[in-house]
T-cell receptor
Framework: KAGVTQTPRYLIKTRGQQVTLSCSPISGHRSVSWYQQTPGQGLQFLFEYFSETQRNKGNFPGRFSGRQFSNSRSEMNVSTLELGDSALYLC?????????????FGSGTQLSVL | GNSVTQMEGPVTLSEEAFLTINCTYTATGYPSLFWYVQYPGEGLQLLLKATKADDKGSNKGFEATYRKETTSFHLEKGSVQVSDSAVYFCALSNAGGTSYGKLTFGQGTILTVHP
């Protein structure tokens, strides 16, 4: 079974631009979560999608948004990029998104904002 | 709110040494507890988990016991190998219907094992 696939692996953008990151979950997994990882703040939860609906959301500004398609693939978008948005963005999938479930993580997209 | 505190790192050990990484948590109710590991250039992988008090999670020689009385979930391994060098994250998720996909992570502990 293929793992969680994130594209692209690396991105370089400038302040003010917007960016879209993509995540393909493990086949059969319907829950997709997104996390931001930085040296200063560590791993922080962005949001979770299930059956094309956002069910849970972390404490990030509205510039961070996401969506999920009918095949469970997910995208996240960051608009009006700031220097502080430079981070590794990790996507994780699980069958149903339950509290006890193991999350399967992708290798991440490294975003650099210049 | 929920929080997870891990021991300060980095931790440097010689091969075959005993490993302990401390983890304590603050949460309402009865959270599920996890240890994830991140190898260089990769995403996180679940190492072990425990879902109720006194449960012991174990995998690849690593163990951790869910201690509700001390709100702790310390990671241990009796004999580490060079291949165990990685970053280790303690995490929790709240039981109940609103924690979908959300883990609260500790800050991570870098482990380096020398031959």
């Amino acid at each position: 079974k293929a793992g969680v696939t994130q594209t692209p692996r690396y991105l370089i953008k400038t302040r003010g631009q917007q960016v879209t990151l993509s995540c393909s979950p493990i086949s059969g997994h319907r829950s997709v979560s997104w996390y931001q990882q930085t040296p200063g703040q560590g791993l922080q939860f962005l949001f979770e999608y299930f059956s094309e609906t956002q069910r849970n959301k972390g404490n990030f500004p509205g510039r961070f948004s996401g969506r999920q398609f009918s095949n469970s693939r997910s995208e996240m978008n960051v608009s009006t990029l700031e220097l502080g948005d430079s981070a590794l963005y990790l996507c994780a999938s699980s069958p149903m998104g339950g509290a006890d479930e193991k999350l399967f993580f992708g290798s991440g997209t490294q975003l650099s904002v210049l | 709110g929920n929080s997870v505190t891990q021991m300060e790192g980095p931790v440097t050990l010689s091969e075959e040494a005993f490993l302990t990484i401390n983890c304590t948590y603050t949460a309402t109710g009865y959270p599920s507890l996890f240890w994830y590991v991140q190898y260089p250039g990769e995403g996180l992988q679940l190492l072990l988990k425990a879902t109720k008090a006194d449960d012991k999670g174990s995998n690849k020689g690593f163990e951790a016991t869910y201690r509700k009385e001390t709100t702790s979930f310390h990671l241990e391994k009796g004999s580490v190998q060079v291949s165990d060098s990685a970053v280790y994250f303690c995490a929790l998720s709240n039981a109940g219907g609103t924690s979908y996909g959300k883990l609260t992570f500790g800050q991570g502990t870098i482990l380096t094992v020398h031959p």
